[in-house]
Structure formats: structure tokens, C-alpha cells
């Protein structure tokens, strides 16, 4: 069994009504684990501080879930973790330890209950990002001109005024957008 899980290096149960509470111990026992896809089901409870034994993980997509709670402090052992996606769920609390993943290349986590600073990431090797609709407060990080207003809003304690002075709509932005916010143009 040791070795199955081993050699274990993608877990993708998307869109597959699961309902019970992921044990994130038993899943990172997985040596080779780098995807864990749960997107769009109905899973619940926390992510536990076990999720950062799953140390090659590259890709986390838990979008469109029922989990809720603070994100744990351990993601930061997460090394290899490029893409990012918690939107759509309930979660709450600080993310602002995220810049201490230093691979991150996608960060979406839009339409959940966070708070504090948003996050001050190297924007420069960033693809996707969006904390839209939540309940970021304080400045706005220098996104290095990559990323438009639609990435922030939604925050009633950042100043409207200012994202809209600092992130002005491009012609671009102003054509319906994906629920992915990316590079001005995407």
C-alpha cells in the first residue's frame, strides 16, 4: 500500500457531488502528490495543517467547495505550489503569508470572507490573480501595471477611489470578463 501511495501523483475528483470532509493527512501520505483538484463538489470543513507535508505539490484547486476557516500557516511549506485556487468557498481570515510561496504563479481566492492587507506577492511572475470580493482592507501592493481593478473589487474597506486611480478599465476590461482574472487583455 506504501508504495501505491508512493507513486500516487494526481488526485482530480472535480464536479462529483462529494460531501464529507477531506482528510488532508491521509492524502499527503502521497510522496509523489503534485495536483489536488476537488473542484466544484460539496466538500466541507477545514484545510488542516497537514496540508504541508504534500510537499511537491504544484497545483491546489479547491474551488467552488463548502470549506471554510482560516487558511493554516503550513501552505507556506508548499515550495513547489504554482497555481492556487480557492474561490467561490468560505473562507475567511489573513492571507497575508502568501508571498512567502515564492513559485506562485496563479492565486485566486475571489468570492470568499478574507481579511486583512491583501497579499504583496512578486506580481512580476504572477499569471492569473484575483482577490476580488472579500473583505480585504489597507494599501493596494504595486501589481507592476499586470492586473485590473475587476482583480480587487468587491473589498468595501479598500478605497474604491483609489483602485479605480491606480487600475483604471482598459478598452479590454471592459468586454465581459471570465471568472479568471489574469494579465490586462486576458
Request: with cysteine.
Amino acid at each position: 500500500m506504501d508504495q501505491l501511495a508512493a507513486s500516487v501523483e494526481k488526485v482530480v475528483l472535480d464536479k462529483l457531488n462529494l460531501s464529507r470532509v477531506v482528510d488532508f493527512g491521509s492524502i499527503c501520505k502521497a510522496s509523489s502528490l503534485s495536483v489536488l483538484s476537488l473542484v466544484k463538489n460539496d466538500v466541507v470543513g477545514l484545510i488542516s495543517e497537514e496540508i504541508g507535508n504534500c510537499k511537491p505539490l504544484a497545483h491546489l484547486y479547491l474551488n467552488g467547495n463548502q470549506l471554510s476557516g482560516h487558511l493554516p500557516y503550513s501552505l507556506t511549506q508548499l515550495s513547489n505550489l504554482k497555481k492556487f485556487d480557492i474561490s467561490n468557498s468560505n473562507f475567511s481570515g489573513k492571507v497575508s503569508y502568501m508571498p512567502r510561496i515564492l513559485r506562485l504563479l496563479t492565486l485566486l481566492v475571489h468570492n470568499n470572507l478574507h481579511s486583512g492587507e491583501t497579499p504583496k506577492l512578486d506580481f512580476s511572475n504572477l499569471i492569473l490573480f484575483n482577490v476580488s470580493n472579500n473583505n480585504f482592507s489597507g494599501p493596494l501592493p504595486d501589481v507592476k501595471g499586470r492586473f485590473s481593478g475587476n482583480s480587487w473589487s468587491g473589498n468595501p474597506q479598500l478605497c474604491r477611489e483609489l483602485i479605480s486611480k491606480a487600475y483604471p478599465p482598459s478598452k479590454a476590461s471592459r468586454r465581459p470578463r471570465p471568472t479568471y482574472m489574469g494579465k490586462l487583455g486576458l
